[in-house]
């Protein structure tokens, strides 16, 4: 019996140790793909200057303003919540992105614009943003993208999927 359990023992760390390497291999592979963000999905830096600017996504809406002295990039805007989440009462975690692309589309840097506290109620969101930023070298363009997760219900005042509450992450990535 104890010659089956190290026969079988000795399977499995041979399949973990190949999968490790193989993810390892594809990992190493993907990340030295270019990066790149569709047209649609971009908006250029002159645009963003010329005034308040609206981005639309699905679940977030972006409402901002921006100036840019020499390579230093200031915004100053406001998220809104939509597409149903803004409904909840608890956002668990939620962080939005600004992508900076060249002419072709291609990544050349990113930055956290906005990032949530930990199961912050809804009475408290304060889902504003000031960030001065220095424009990567090359960029033209810029993008958002998103993640996060909401909670409502439950037990507690935060909400509890596992006491009969819902939760919904939701996200995006304007990367192809």
Not at 22 to 46: D, K, M, V, Y
Not at 129 to 145: I, M, N, S
């Amino acid at each position: 019996m104890n010659r089956h359990s190290s026969s079988s023992f000795s399977t499995v760390v041979l399949i973990a140790a190949v999968s490790g390497l193989l993810s390892g291999c594809i990992t190493f592979q993907s990340s030295s793909l270019p990066r790149i963000i569709a047209p649609e999905n971009r908006l250029s830096i002159e645009k963003v200057l010329s005034g308040k600017t609206v981005w639309p996504g699905d679940e977030l809406r972006i409402e901002f303003t921006s100036t840019l002295k020499d390579a230093n990039l200031e915004l100053k805007g406001k998220i809104f919540l939509t597409g149903g989440i803004q409904y909840f009462n608890t956002i668990t975690d939620m962080r939005v992105e600004l992508f900076f692309t060249n002419d072709d589309g291609h990544l050349v840097g990113r930055s956290l614009l906005y990032s949530a506290g930990y199961r912050v109620p809804a009475d408290e969101w304060g889902l504003t943003f000031h960030k001065r930023l220095t424009l990567p070298e090359g960029a033209t363009q810029v993008a958002f993208g998103y993640d996060g997760r909401v909670q409502e219900g439950g037990g507690g005042s935060f909400g509890n999927s596992e006491n009969g509450g819902t939760d919904y992450t939701f996200w995006y990535s304007p990367l192809k």
